[in-house]
């Protein structure tokens, strides 16, 4: 990953860093149970923003690479393998 997309994606990690510590002081102070889901909710999405990017940046790098070298075959396992991870 180039630095500006390693940059991005460390960022978002953050917040969601931020948003679970947040999501256990709700537990802790036993938080209306639909205002914890809403916010488990709001940590689902952005780990999947974090699962695409990274997603985008392997298919533009790492799988094109593979593909221009030959490796068409695990290229393609690869991408099925976490089209079925995201599946789930």
């Not at 500006?4 to 510590?21: A, D, P």
């Amino acid at each position: 990953m180039n630095i500006n997309s390693t940059q991005k994606v460390m960022r978002r990690l953050k917040v969601i860093e931020g948003q679970v510590r947040g999501l256990q002081e709700m537990v802790k102070k036993d938080t209306y149970c639909i205002d914890v889901i809403t916010q488990t909710s709001a940590v689902k999405q952005a780990l999947s923003g974090v699962e695409d990017a990274m997603m985008e940046n392997h298919l533009s790098t790492c799988a094109l690479d593979q593909i221009k070298k030959g490796k068409e075959i695990k290229a393609r396992e690869e991408i099925l393998k976490v089209y079925r991870l995201k599946r789930k």
